[in-house]
């Protein structure tokens, strides 16, 4: 049977958490006041959001999130959450969000002058980082009396993540690259994120793709802000982390995974990257 929690930051700010284990779908229903901002996260699984009396539909992969907003009529939660999916959604008003970016909120497309008053459906990939902060918003056992500070804490996290325009750079963006290029690049990150166990060298990489060695290295540090194997030491290790809070793997196990033939390597590496061990992460973590 599936599960909800409602978890109030602050006033006109709430996380909610939708879990579905079972075999069957899972319907939740649920009035949201108008002017409030829904972003849903779809940690694993899918949903599916109905809107206008089934009329209109909208549905919510895996790694991918969506963002409404209508000010000019209320947005109720209609939601059909499939078996084996996690949900975290997220519910600010358009007063209190604006108030977190104040005169910086510029880049933020609903906020402008000319779009304050239209409605506002987005659909974004979900980062390596809110991976993270998802995963822990799921897995984390926390006293009572510091929950609620947590869970804050990770609430703005998530959306100054959200809403981070340096991270994780979308390839359509870049003023400095002609369009083919992007695409050969954003091509290479595909196939080392694909390869994280043996990646191949960058000479290999940049045949794969059709760039010289020079632009493949320039273009990818102007798109992803960091060279071809920094990119994915950084994205190897927030996968290790998500592979250690799903509780499935080992510390042995996880460092196979991507591409550590030994654990000692493997834990190095995770000690570069989170100045602790994987075991000792495992048990803070347990101990939350």
């Known amino acids: 049977m599936g599960s909800q929690e409602e978890i109030k930051i ?3 700010f709430m996380l909610l958490r939708f879990q579905n284990d079972a075999g069957d779908n899972y319907h939740v229903k649920r009035h949201v ?3 409030l901002i829904q972003f849903h996260f779809g ?3 899918r949903a599916k959001f109905v809107f206008n009396e089934g009329n209109y539909a909208l549905e919510l992969r895996d790694e991918k999130s969506l963002l409404f907003y209508n000010p000019q009529k209320e947005l109720p939660l209609n939601m059909e959450l499939a078996p084996n999916s996690w949900i975290i959604s997220v519910l600010i008003s358009i007063q209190k969000f604006h108030s977190l970016f104040s005169n910086n909120a510029n880049h933020i497309p609903f906020l402008s002058e000319e779009n304050k008053d239209q409605k506002y459906y987005k659909e974004n990939n979900i980062s390596p980082s809110m991976s993270i902060v998802l995963s822990q918003l799921f897995h984390y056992n926390l006293n009572p009396s510091i929950k609620n500070l947590y869970y804050k804490g ?5 959306l100054s993540l959200f809403f981070n325009r340096t991270e994780d750079s979308n390839v359509e963006q870049c003023p400095f690259l002609i369009d083919d290029e992007k ?3 954003k091509k290479a990150k595909e196939i080392i994120i694909i390869n994280m166990a043996e990646p191949p060298g960058l000479e290999e990489l940049s045949e794969q793709v059709g760039l010289s060695l020079k632009k493949l290295k320039i273009g990818f540090k102007q798109l ?23 509780g499935s793997y080992n510390v042995n196990e996880v460092g196979l995974k991507i591409g550590y ?3 000692s ?3 190095a590496a995770f000690k570069k990257k989170f100045a602790t061990t994987p075991k000792k992460y495992l048990m803070s973590k347990n101990t939350n």
Request: no cysteine.
């Open 154 to 158: 990770k609430g703005y996290e998530l």
């Open 265 to 267: 390597h493997f834990i």
């Open 224 to 246: 992803y802000g960091d060279t071809v194997y920094g990119f994915l030491f950084d994205y190897k290790m927030d996968y290790a982390r998500q592979l250690l809070d799903s």
């Open 10 to 12: 602050e006033n006109d």
């Open 261 to 263: 033939s030994t654990g």
């Open 183 to 185: 695409l050969k690049i």
């Open 43 to 45: 940690i694993k699984g």
């Open 33 to 35: 006041n108008q002017g």
